[in-house]
């Protein structure tokens, strides 16, 4: 009462306070970064170790299971992964949310260094970082020059160091091109006739190329430093190095080797619409700003283009940061058109520019007000944020019009002056518009405060709703007061504020009359909720369930795999078909193509190998079809290819995309029983209805030559095993002992035997092996050397071996998880074996868990407050009725309008479960006050519902309304947001339509035992 009194008497102050809040929203919206979702900080570590040469059985073996013991006796450890690769071990470490991600790094990076010494020789240092699931490509860029070693160079020396200096780039990868390295390649003939071995050219040339500090010494009181340099100057010098021979001369390396100043062995390839080209892989850092980051990278792109030869051209490939800008801005379009909508709305049903603008003004003050406070809290401009501050139009105007329909109720039925009609109008509602008010904070408080992945996620949206629902109440208790005590004209009507109100005047007249009959004969109104709720049960199976929908950013990843041992020539040419299809779609704006390499997801570690490709197509943003229409075409050209194993899906920026929507591990105690199980159920999942395409991890390995030592004779020579080992690795990769420097650059010296040696088997049996008295032997005396083959990769889930199968599909993932099961349910695996779900399936049953808990929190919370207000158990009891008449709604929007139950869907039952109370809350309170002033039950509960029918309306059409453009406007971000627009509108326009009678007439039933036991007994 004092603060209405207050905000009336000293409307200067009121305005100056709320000016000043406005003047720091708009200061601060200025300072609110920009990306598509809150970021979302999990506590995961990957361990990645690099093992030269080995195979995956011997990562598993000698590098994987020592790393993940030591690994796993981690605190807070949640779930363990590892992949080992050709030539890598790479172990995610996953942690429970209690564990900070900087703790679960320190801890990991502990025990891996402990673990080091029983790690082989030849292994790397493993490298443990954070896993930034934000980290993902902000930015691709491809480099044009005539000479592709010549632009390796240039990429590799300038601008690779010029753009990982841009604040906030986290890393910059190269893909393509040809790196220079200086190559001595031993003539396996003339090794075997002077008695030398690789490890010896290897060691000759390490030990010749030196540049070693001497020490010091004082000279005439001068101190000067002593060095020994003997460093290459050039090819001719290596060529000039003396080589030991067995027979305790020395011979040229010219004249038992080609030293050649050339590049490294191609092992991938990047190509630019067919054309070969250099590209650049850019990742941000955690903190940093995609927008931001992106914005800078450009500026300096632009800045070295200038400085390179007019023959060198940078070209935007793809940029993630067009999407989120696109999608904010959508967003952004879709709250602006609420306001509209809305403020039409309003002046349908107050017919007066002045009690329009009165409510209409206090909108955008509201919502820049609470810009300020998430710019205090550090929050940013996003989906979620501002399809959080959309959907707040209904309750920023909610507790205005309440307010302001009963001040103006006050001021024409009553006839009471302005000034009163304002502070008595006011107080009149305030324990409503409290009611509703604190019902709409306490839902979202324990979405705001959630763990887990989706805690993260919504904290933003929450948190937003509660300052906006904070800053809608002090409006309308003193902003709104004082504008109307100003500004309010009762006593003026014009001809359309007569008409609407008589057209209104019969309408409250007609559910005057239908309340009445609804109250008194209830069989109809029962038999229509039960009809629509057995309507909607009988929908439910139909409606779809997900993660998290995938939206259109305009780029497709086309992910091939060719049979083991292709070589990367082969895979180059199915590469280069897919792309001359691809160009007859008119949608087609540009390809980019790995070949020798594919990106992973979230958790995976991608592939490598020449059988591999990935083809990123872009589409233009003016097109007809979306991406999905478009993929659907390509499918089967893609499935036409013999040999190749061809996954499709779109490049997605949100939680848990970029990787398959379905993944599942066949787990088991041994490799035997997963391998024998894996098949069976790969083959049920290509089974299973709604896939598009799969794959599994295990598919038949590549041809090896497998060298294995016969250590009698090795013993008997005096020969350790790993001499063989080293041999055999320097004949076909090659060993690097040391390197070319020129200025400030460094280039690899690599030894080895020439391409054309390493496939002719008897080379490889007379590759010589040296001992340590300088005696000779050839690799055959000491190995057998058979063809076999060898797996491509070796995983392990929670320590155990395990297959990944991962798949596309067309059908949302809850319904082909479904099916899946009940096609599993009728196998029988080997003993020990289990299907875990992992990726968005396991994503999408913590999230939905997490979210059912906060949607009952939400529910307890708001009886709670209820029962608080009323000072009654019953009364909340009965306004909780009217959440299952928002279900009903929810479940025909969804079928209807082809939404499925998702994250962003989940969040509008939430929402719902506040706002569904509020129209319950204002026909009861104003029940409870006429039947506790001495009118009967009917008569009190018909008039409440009556008078308030305008405000009801106004806030239900009002929410309604300004939600359209969020539910159904088109853009880049209407796959995210629709499907939360969709269920508030169905779920509030079922919810206010039975509420109006439902409501009302349990309340009425209250009343009547109440009546009867106040009225005095009748005496006998």
């Not at 088109?970 to 779920?987: D, E, F, N, T, Y």
């Given at each position: 009462?004092?603060?209405?009194?207050?905000?009336?008497?000293?409307?200067?102050?009121?305005?100056?306070?709320?000016?000043?809040?406005?003047?720091?929203?708009?200061?601060?919206?200025?300072?609110?970064?920009?990306?598509?979702?809150?970021?979302?900080?999990?506590?995961?570590?990957?361990?990645?170790?690099?093992?030269?040469?080995?195979?995956?059985?011997?990562?598993?073996?000698?590098?994987?299971?020592?790393?993940?013991?030591?690994?796993?006796?981690?605190?807070?450890?949640?779930?363990?992964?590892?992949?080992?690769?050709?030539?890598?071990?790479?172990?995610?470490?996953?942690?429970?949310?209690?564990?900070?991600?900087?703790?679960?790094?320190?801890?990991?990076?502990?025990?891996?260094?402990?673990?080091?010494?029983?790690?082989?020789?030849?292994?790397?240092?493993?490298?443990?970082?954070?896993?930034?699931?934000?980290?993902?490509?902000?930015?691709?860029?491809?480099?044009?020059?005539?000479?592709?070693?010549?632009?390796?160079?240039?990429?590799?020396?300038?601008?690779?160091?010029?753009?990982?200096?841009?604040?906030?780039?986290?890393?910059?990868?190269?893909?393509?091109?040809?790196?220079?390295?200086?190559?001595?390649?031993?003539?396996?003939?003339?090794?075997?006739?002077?008695?030398?071995?690789?490890?010896?050219?290897?060691?000759?040339?390490?030990?010749?190329?030196?540049?070693?500090?001497?020490?010091?010494?004082?000279?005439?009181?001068?101190?000067?430093?002593?060095?020994?340099?003997?460093?290459?100057?050039?090819?001719?010098?290596?060529?000039?190095?003396?080589?030991?021979?067995?027979?305790?001369?020395?011979?040229?390396?010219?004249?038992?080797?080609?030293?050649?100043?050339?590049?490294?062995?191609?092992?991938?390839?990047?190509?630019?619409?067919?054309?070969?080209?250099?590209?650049?892989?850019?990742?941000?850092?955690?903190?940093?700003?995609?927008?931001?980051?992106?914005?800078?990278?450009?500026?300096?792109?632009?800045?070295?283009?200038?400085?390179?030869?007019?023959?060198?051209?940078?070209?935007?490939?793809?940029?993630?940061?067009?999407?989120?800008?696109?999608?904010?801005?959508?967003?952004?379009?879709?709250?602006?058109?609420?306001?509209?909508?809305?403020?039409?709305?309003?002046?349908?049903?107050?017919?007066?520019?002045?009690?329009?603008?009165?409510?209409?003004?206090?909108?955008?003050?509201?919502?820049?007000?609470?810009?300020?406070?998430?710019?205090?809290?550090?929050?940013?401009?996003?989906?979620?944020?501002?399809?959080?501050?959309?959907?707040?139009?209904?309750?920023?105007?909610?507790?205005?019009?309440?307010?302001?329909?009963?001040?103006?109720?006050?001021?024409?039925?009553?006839?009471?002056?302005?000034?009163?009609?304002?502070?008595?109008?006011?107080?009149?509602?305030?324990?409503?518009?409290?009611?509703?008010?604190?019902?709409?904070?306490?839902?979202?408080?324990?979405?705001?405060?959630?763990s887990g992945i989706i805690g993260q996620f919504f904290r933003e949206f929450g948190l937003v709703q509660v300052f906006a629902t904070i800053v809608s109440l002090a409006v309308s208790l003193s902003l709104l007061p004082m504008l109307a005590s100003r500004l309010l004209k009762p006593g003026r009507e014009n001809r359309f504020g007569v008409l609407w109100e008589e057209k209104f005047s019969l309408l409250r007249e007609r559910y005057r009359n239908g309340l009445t009959r609804v109250l008194t004969r209830p069989a109809l109104l029962f038999s229509i909720v039960a009809l629509l709720l057995a309507a909607s049960v009988g929908l439910l199976p139909l409606v779809g369930s997900e993660f998290m929908p995938t939206p259109d950013q305009g780029v497709s990843s086309i992910t091939l795999r060719m049979p083991p041992g292709t070589a990367l020539e082969k895979t180059s040419q199915v590469v280069a078909a897919i792309e001359e299809h691809l160009r007859t779609l008119p949608e087609l704006k540009r390809t980019f193509s790995t070949i020798g390499s594919v990106s992973g997801g979230t958790l995976s570690p991608g592939q490598s190998g020449p059988e591999y490709a990935q083809i990123m197509a872009q589409w233009k943003d003016e097109r007809k079809r979306d991406a999905f229409a478009i993929i659907r075409e390509v499918r089967p050209f893609l499935a036409a290819i013999p040999g190749a194993v061809i996954t499709v899906r779109e490049a997605s920026s949100v939680v848990g995309g970029g990787g398959a929507p379905f993944q599942i591990y066949v787990s088991g105690p041994d490799w035997p029983s997963v391998e024998e199980a894996a098949p069976r159920v790969f083959e049920l999942v290509q089974k299973t209805e709604g896939v598009a395409d799969s794959d599994i991890s295990a598919h038949p390995g590549k041809p090896e030559i497998a060298v294995i030592p016969e250590r009698e004779k090795l013993a008997e020579l005096g020969l350790a095993p790993d001499t063989v080992g080293i041999a055999c690795r320097a004949a076909l990769e090659g060993v690097v002992p040391t390197t070319l420097r020129e200025g400030d650059d460094e280039y690899d010296i690599r030894v080895t035997i020439p391409a054309e040696a390493r496939s002719r088997r008897e080379i490889l049996e007379k590759l010589p092996l040296r001992d340590s008295k300088g005696r000779v032997f050839f690799l055959a005396q000491v190995a057998d050397i058979a063809d076999t083959f060898g797996p491509t990769t070796r995983e392990r889930y929670d320590r155990t071996p395990a297959v990944g199968i991962t798949a596309n599909l067309n059908k949302p993932l809850g319904t082909v998880l479904g099916t899946f099961q009940n096609l599993l349910n009728q196998q029988e695996l080997p003993s020990g074996v289990r299907i875990i779900r992992a990726g968005q399936a396991e994503m999408m049953g913590e999230a939905f868990r997490d979210l059912s808990t906060a949607l009952l929190l939400s529910i307890i919370l708001v009886y709670l407050v209820m029962a608080a207000q009323f000072e009654s158990w019953t009364e909340p009891f009965i306004l909780m009725g009217s959440l299952p008449f928002a279900v009903i709604g929810i479940i025909f929007g969804m079928f209807l309008f082809d939404k499925t139950l998702n994250v962003f869907s989940m969040m509008g039952f939430i929402i719902l479960t506040g706002v569904g109370v509020n129209n319950g809350i204002l026909i009861i309170a104003f029940a409870k006050e006429r039947f506790e002033r001495g009118a009967d039950a009917l008569a009190s509960v018909v008039e409440a519902a009556s008078v308030r029918l305008k405000p009801i309306l106004m806030t239900s059409l009002a929410l309604i309304t300004g939600t359209i453009p969020l539910a159904f406007q088109p853009g880049k971000a209407a796959v995210l947001k629709s499907p939360m627009g969709v269920v508030i509108i169905s779920g509030a326009f079922s919810c206010t339509l039975l509420t109006l009678f439902a409501i009302p007439f349990l309340y009425y039933n209250v009343l009547k035992r109440r009546e009867r036991r106040r009225q005095p007994a009748t005496p006998s």
């Amino acid at each position: 009462m004092n603060i209405i009194s207050f905000a009336v008497r000293r409307p200067v102050l009121v305005s100056v306070c709320f000016i000043l809040l406005s003047v720091l929203g708009l200061f601060s919206i200025n300072r609110l970064t920009i990306n598509l979702t809150p970021k979302v900080n999990l506590p995961i570590v990957t361990v990645t170790t690099v093992y030269p040469g080995a195979g995956p059985e011997q990562v598993e073996t000698k590098v994987t299971k020592p790393l993940e013991d030591a690994v796993s006796t981690t605190n807070g450890l949640k779930h363990i992964f590892s992949y080992s690769v050709e030539s890598v071990s790479i172990i995610v470490a996953e942690f429970t949310m209690s564990v900070s991600p900087e703790v679960a790094a320190a801890d990991v990076r502990e025990k891996i260094s402990a673990a080091r010494a029983g790690l082989p020789d030849e292994a790397e240092d493993p490298e443990v970082a954070r896993l930034d699931i934000n980290a993902t490509p902000v930015l691709y860029v491809a480099l044009s020059a005539p000479d592709l070693r010549e632009a390796y160079t240039v990429a590799d020396r300038r601008i690779k160091p010029a753009l990982q200096a841009v604040p906030g780039v986290g890393n910059v990868d190269i893909v393509g091109g040809l790196r220079r390295e200086i190559r001595v390649e031993a003539d396996p003939d003339k090794l075997a006739v002077y008695g030398v071995d690789l490890q010896t050219v290897a060691g000759r040339l390490a030990r010749e190329n030196v540049n070693i500090p001497a020490g010091r010494y004082t000279l005439a009181g001068r101190e000067v430093a002593g060095r020994t340099s003997s460093e290459f100057a050039s090819v001719r010098d290596i060529n000039a190095v003396l080589i030991p021979t067995k027979a305790s001369g020395t011979v040229p390396l010219s004249a038992i080797a080609t030293v050649r100043d050339t590049y490294a062995e191609v092992r991938s390839l990047a190509k630019v619409d067919g054309k070969d080209a250099v590209a650049f892989v850019i990742r941000k850092q955690p903190n940093a700003n995609t927008v931001e980051v992106v914005d800078s990278v450009r500026k300096e792109v632009s800045r070295l283009e200038k400085q390179l030869p007019a023959s060198y051209r940078f070209d935007i490939i793809v940029d993630n940061s067009t999407f989120i800008r696109e999608a904010v801005a959508d967003v952004a379009t879709s709250l602006i058109l609420g306001i509209l909508i809305t403020g039409l709305v309003l002046f349908f049903f107050l017919h007066t520019v002045g009690s329009t603008l009165i409510v209409t003004l206090t909108i955008p003050i509201s919502l820049v007000t609470t810009m300020f406070f998430m710019y205090l809290s550090g929050f940013s401009l996003n989906v979620l944020s501002l399809s959080s501050l959309a959907i707040c139009l209904g309750g920023l105007v909610d507790a205005s019009v309440v307010v302001l329909e009963n001040i103006f109720r006050h001021a024409t039925q009553l006839r009471k002056k302005l000034s009163d009609a304002t502070v008595e109008g006011t107080v009149e509602v305030i324990g409503a518009v409290m009611t509703s008010i604190l019902t709409n904070i306490v839902v979202f408080l324990p979405v705001a405060f959630m763990s887990g992945i989706i805690g993260q996620f919504f904290r933003e949206f929450g948190l937003v709703q509660v300052f906006a629902t904070i800053v809608s109440l002090a409006v309308s208790l003193s902003l709104l007061p004082m504008l109307a005590s100003r500004l309010l004209k009762p006593g003026r009507e014009n001809r359309f504020g007569v008409l609407w109100e008589e057209k209104f005047s019969l309408l409250r007249e007609r559910y005057r009359n239908g309340l009445t009959r609804v109250l008194t004969r209830p069989a109809l109104l029962f038999s229509i909720v039960a009809l629509l709720l057995a309507a909607s049960v009988g929908l439910l199976p139909l409606v779809g369930s997900e993660f998290m929908p995938t939206p259109d950013q305009g780029v497709s990843s086309i992910t091939l795999r060719m049979p083991p041992g292709t070589a990367l020539e082969k895979t180059s040419q199915v590469v280069a078909a897919i792309e001359e299809h691809l160009r007859t779609l008119p949608e087609l704006k540009r390809t980019f193509s790995t070949i020798g390499s594919v990106s992973g997801g979230t958790l995976s570690p991608g592939q490598s190998g020449p059988e591999y490709a990935q083809i990123m197509a872009q589409w233009k943003d003016e097109r007809k079809r979306d991406a999905f229409a478009i993929i659907r075409e390509v499918r089967p050209f893609l499935a036409a290819i013999p040999g190749a194993v061809i996954t499709v899906r779109e490049a997605s920026s949100v939680v848990g995309g970029g990787g398959a929507p379905f993944q599942i591990y066949v787990s088991g105690p041994d490799w035997p029983s997963v391998e024998e199980a894996a098949p069976r159920v790969f083959e049920l999942v290509q089974k299973t209805e709604g896939v598009a395409d799969s794959d599994i991890s295990a598919h038949p390995g590549k041809p090896e030559i497998a060298v294995i030592p016969e250590r009698e004779k090795l013993a008997e020579l005096g020969l350790a095993p790993d001499t063989v080992g080293i041999a055999c690795r320097a004949a076909l990769e090659g060993v690097v002992p040391t390197t070319l420097r020129e200025g400030d650059d460094e280039y690899d010296i690599r030894v080895t035997i020439p391409a054309e040696a390493r496939s002719r088997r008897e080379i490889l049996e007379k590759l010589p092996l040296r001992d340590s008295k300088g005696r000779v032997f050839f690799l055959a005396q000491v190995a057998d050397i058979a063809d076999t083959f060898g797996p491509t990769t070796r995983e392990r889930y929670d320590r155990t071996p395990a297959v990944g199968i991962t798949a596309n599909l067309n059908k949302p993932l809850g319904t082909v998880l479904g099916t899946f099961q009940n096609l599993l349910n009728q196998q029988e695996l080997p003993s020990g074996v289990r299907i875990i779900r992992a990726g968005q399936a396991e994503m999408m049953g913590e999230a939905f868990r997490d979210l059912s808990t906060a949607l009952l929190l939400s529910i307890i919370l708001v009886y709670l407050v209820m029962a608080a207000q009323f000072e009654s158990w019953t009364e909340p009891f009965i306004l909780m009725g009217s959440l299952p008449f928002a279900v009903i709604g929810i479940i025909f929007g969804m079928f209807l309008f082809d939404k499925t139950l998702n994250v962003f869907s989940m969040m509008g039952f939430i929402i719902l479960t506040g706002v569904g109370v509020n129209n319950g809350i204002l026909i009861i309170a104003f029940a409870k006050e006429r039947f506790e002033r001495g009118a009967d039950a009917l008569a009190s509960v018909v008039e409440a519902a009556s008078v308030r029918l305008k405000p009801i309306l106004m806030t239900s059409l009002a929410l309604i309304t300004g939600t359209i453009p969020l539910a159904f406007q088109p853009g880049k971000a209407a796959v995210l947001k629709s499907p939360m627009g969709v269920v508030i509108i169905s779920g509030a326009f079922s919810c206010t339509l039975l509420t109006l009678f439902a409501i009302p007439f349990l309340y009425y039933n209250v009343l009547k035992r109440r009546e009867r036991r106040r009225q005095p007994a009748t005496p006998s």
